[in-house]
């Protein structure tokens, strides 16, 4: 029998078939394997990579959040400084003023307390980024919360143009949540409001907006706001591009603010405007928080 008869007789062998297809299949899944495993080494590869970046992150998220924390601290004491002193200036405790140099301190208390306010919003924003920020929430009537942002404004509005308007909450439930924080909210969409309108009138309303839900809304009839930015608008350091902002300073952080603290009282906030008619700014949020006393006395 010759080499060439014999090599035919194997391969025509069925055992023989069986084996060398074996062998074939066993070559493809050890290849596969070292494929896989390669595979693996780099995806543990960049998994390593992200927890790294994602600790280098959250390292610096904390470092800025200490940064703002400590200097807001730090501003805080002059700032208080410069008010007092600012103030005695005005009383004339130390000697009559002339109306220019009523006018100058004037100018400092309200420069003063214009950078006290983003000093205040820089350390709320420092707060939350950082979870120390804490809800305190209690049974309260929307008559004396209504009563106390009208006092708190009277001073600006009745040296405006603009009449700002507290529609009377009749007929709305109290509510239990945080009195402070939802204060926050709605005074700085009302002195958003007087500094974006020129002439008419500021509006502050609430309304149930469900069974277990109620939206306060603060209607002005300002330079209003185009649609494209309304999504933006929530957003850390966003400011409305007109020539009236760009007389107004101001951080850019308090609607953001009210946002993060609408969503720490269970809520949303929204926006509905149109350039040239107006600007409605809105917070929904529930009539109770989930935890609330078993006596609402």
Known sequence: ??????RET?????????????QRVRAEAAALRAELDETNQG??????????QAEQLRQASDLKSRFLAYMSHEFRTPL????????????????TLSPEQHKQVAFVSNAARELSDMVDDLLD???????????????FDMFDLFSALRGMFRPIVDTSAVDLIFEEPAGLPRLYTDDQKLGQI??????????????????????????????????DTGIGIPQELHGA???DFIQVDSPLQKRLRGTGLGLSLCK?????????????????????????IPLALAQEPADEA
Do not use: C
């Open 125 to 139: 924003l420092a707060k939350i980024e950082a979870g120390r920020i804490s809800i305190s929430p209690a049974w």
């Open 233 to 235: 608008l929530f957003e």
């Open 43 to 52: 995806v543990l590869a960049l998994y390593g990579e992200l927890d790294m």
């Open 80 to 95: 208080g400084s410069i008010l007092s002193i600012a103030s005695l200036l005005s009383d004339e405790l130390d000697g």
């Open 186 to 219: 709605l005074r700085n969409f009302i002195s958003n409001s007087l500094k974006f309108t020129q002439r008419g009138e500021v509006r502050v309303s609430a309304r149930l907006e469900s069974e277990d839900s109620i939206r306060f809304a603060v209607t």
């Open 260 to 284: 993060r603290f609408a969503e720490l009282l269970g809520g949303h906030v929204g926006v509905e405007s149109e350039p040239g008619v107006g600007s409605t700014f809105y917070v929904v």
């Open 10 to 22: 194997l391969e025509g062998s069925p055992a023989l078939a069986t084996e060398l297809e074996l």
């Open 1 to 6: 029998m010759t080499d060439n008869t014999a």
